[in-house]
């Protein structure tokens, strides 16, 4: 949840436009993705085994058995493998229509993503953001055609194009 939340408060606070922002919405999607889909399945390693165990190491009079987890709740894996899936779609779908290096790969991720879950679904969400993904793919391929950032200098005034009269 933390971790979710410092990737949205970077992405509104112009993480998203910065250089390289291919990278920050590949992992923040790569993040969502790595989130497991079981909730305390057998010989799933949790935070409480773990802890267990470096007790045990610490104190050998302890039982060598963690204490028994919770039952499994299927309703509970079904909400966090919802909540992933629309997690990802929205990382996917604000992602498409940013301007960035690797977009092109970004959608195809995109549609193989939304292809994997539901070809229906997939054909209609795919149709409705296809506009904004050539819209945004367009937008950089003509800001790479106007400038790249080696010929940027950061750091220095701007100053008139060449040939323009400077009449302060």
């Not at 909730?39 to 104190?59: L, P």
């Not at 899936?85 to 992602?95: A, K, P, S, T, V």
């Not at 220095?156 to 194009?161: F, K, S, T, W």
Request: hydrophobic fraction near 40%; glycine fraction near 8%.
């Amino acid at each position: 949840e933390k971790v979710t939340r410092a990737y949205e408060v970077a992405l509104e606070h112009g993480a998203g436009f910065a250089m390289n922002n291919h990278l920050i919405w590949k992992r923040y999607a790569n993040f969502v993705k790595s989130w497991t889909g079981t909730a305390g399945g057998v010989g799933d390693i949790t935070a409480e085994s773990v802890n267990y165990a470096a007790i045990i190491a610490s104190d050998p009079d302890l039982p060598s058995n963690p204490p028994p987890l919770p039952p499994f709740d299927p309703t509970f894996e079904h909400t966090s493998a919802q909540k992933q899936l629309n997690q990802l779609r929205f990382i996917y779908q604000r992602g498409v229509t940013h301007p960035m290096t690797g977009l092109d790969q970004f959608w195809q991720e995109y549609e193989a993503f939304e292809r994997a879950h539901s070809e229906s679904l997939a054909s209609v969400l795919i149709a409705e953001w296809l506009p904004k993904y050539q819209h945004a793919r367009s937008v950089y391929l003509e800001r790479n055609r106007v400038w790249t950032i080696h010929e940027l200098r950061g750091g220095r005034l701007a100053v008139p194009p060449v040939g323009c009269e400077t009449g302060v």
